[in-house]
């Protein structure tokens, strides 16, 4: 067999196209890969095991000496060989047991046993416990969902699927969200791009950690490839929704791109409009007098020419540790305007792209993707959250949260006085005194190499006043500018703050969240709001590292199920009882008193005006993924379908319209 070679190189065999792929392998997946083809576990024993890795400082190697190299490397060729020339995998589904050992073989650490069942899952081998198919959708069974970002695309499979009639509404003209609105050079995702993805659709990702415009370019595939954009009524905003007790459904508020109201009903509503989307602008005095552009990152001209000038950005956390290294080369000058210093994690070789010779293997070889997002999924989510807990006894709780805490300290520190050799005066003013993840964790885009430029100068004192060409700061300095950028990030505490929503009793979320004090249960259902669920809800963002995409999935897998239990009953009506809702709250609160984020003097856009977390998930990721493997009726107020589901409308958009006697609203809404 060969391989198809790119156009003007010369056919080469399969076998020099593996032998050169697997030179630049990781040799930890790869020995994964080998014990599954194989089915020989010799592979596991001492010899091969990987050295611990530290961050994502990720040896290829795996610390392994060069002859256990060269011997796993022609195993491996001969293996790969025999598997595309027809050879069964000899293990196709390993037990749990196995997985894990494999996992902590390929690590170099000690994975939990529990672990097994959900690796499985992320391996693609099993979809442990999910449940018998049960009854798809009544016949004219309608979803909207709000957004057509990640969350809401994922969404749309899923439902779609039970045989539910979806539309997406989504008041952009195009896919994507986030990943759409966010263009700032340098932008990009801080977790590996082969982690994150959706479990459903993998990608040839060039980069590690994937800039925006190829996540966008992922999005849009995922769009098309699943045939979504049928479903989706772009340049259409969701105004309000009311739900309705009699219909069991939804009244939704439409404004069209013609700019005139449109009311529809439906039977369910799921909310994705993220949490990433309302950027916070600072007050400051005089900032509108600024007489440059002043830019925030969420909306980044594509005609914006920074070149030559003298530019100074707001803020450093995670957008202005992407913005600052990608502009540095072009502006006249930089002035950083620092409030607190962020802890720094090296991404090393990670920062560029991946050699064309491991992206074969990736594509090639399903079992060694699979098995590297899986290393992933262990080193990016759960790994870390010992890291994140309070010891009561631990004697240097002003500096860390526990030993392993402290560990990370150490090594964080010892990263940036490193980065900073040169300009140790520096030090003091970018190293953090609160422990390490009491804010996210950043990754080092270029920030200390462009701290260290000529042109560049950090500020540390709070700025007090803008003038029209000026930037004031406490210490009385007076800095002259061109430009403002505002690496402020957003309000995500205000969750669903897009469109209002009222209850069931006449109560919009917002009160009944009392602004900014979000609760759901699983991050996704409330009391008083029947047959409405929301993704990326409150306390459901990986807080200690790891991707949006995994949690959003389980929501998704439990909504699924839960709707699926629905159809099967005959439920017109789901609505989370409260004791439920209450003792999922305190289980999220009670867990967060014991971490990080409510470490005395810890301040962080995770917590909302009176200081509790709402944006954080506590659990580990693999609590939330058992919480949300089957959905329990009796934990919601259920309702018998009153009316057959079936409002043929033959719409393409496939929402009925609210006759004109039912709608209370009035065309043209601006
Ligand atoms: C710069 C940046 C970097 C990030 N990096 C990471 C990362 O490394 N890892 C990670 O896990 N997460 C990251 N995030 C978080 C990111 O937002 C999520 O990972 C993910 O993209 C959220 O997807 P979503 O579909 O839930 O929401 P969004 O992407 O925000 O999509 C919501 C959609 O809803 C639409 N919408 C909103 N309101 C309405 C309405 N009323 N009517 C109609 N449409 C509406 C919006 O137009 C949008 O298209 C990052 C966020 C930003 C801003």
Partial sequence: MTVTPPPGQPERSDRERFSEALEYAHLPTVLMVLVQLTGDRHWLEARYRARRAKGLADDITGGLPPEVQAEVRAAALEAILAWRAGAPVAIPDPSDELLVAMLSSSTGERVPEEYGP????????????????????PPGFRAMIVGSGLSGLAAAVRLRDLGIDIVIVERRDEVGGTWQDNRYPGAGVDVPSHLYSYSFASYDWSHYFARRSEIHDYIRRVADDFDLRRHIRFSTEVLSARHDADRQGWRVLLRTPDGTAEEVMVDVLVSAVGAFNTPVTPNIPGLADFAGPVVHTAGWPDDLDLAGKRVGVIGNGASAMQVVPAITPTVGALTIFQRSPQWVQPLGEMKGPIPEQARFLL???ELYARWYRVRWAWVFHDKLHPSFQKDPDWPHPERSLNPINDGHRAYFTDYITEQLADRPELVDDVLPTYPPFGKRMLLDWGWYEALQADHVRLVTSGISEVEPHHVRTGDGGRHELDALVLATGFDVVRFISSFEV??????????AWDDDDGRAYLGLAIPDFPNFFCLYGPNTQPGHGGSLIHTVEAQIHYLGDLLERTFADGVGSVECRREVFDAYNAAVDAAHEQMIWTHPGMTTYYRNSRGRVVVNMPFRNLEFWRMTRRADLDGYLTEPRRRPATHDSGHASGVEESSDEESSHAAGVH
Avoid: I
Wanted: aromatic residues 4%.
């Fill in 118 to 137: 959900m690796f499985a899952e992320v391996l693609g081998t099993r979809t442990p416990d999910e449940p018998p198919a049960r009854s798809a959708a």
């Fill in 363 to 365: 594509r090639e070889v």
């Fill in 502 to 511: 009222v209850g069931r009793s006449g109560v919009t979320l917002r009160e």
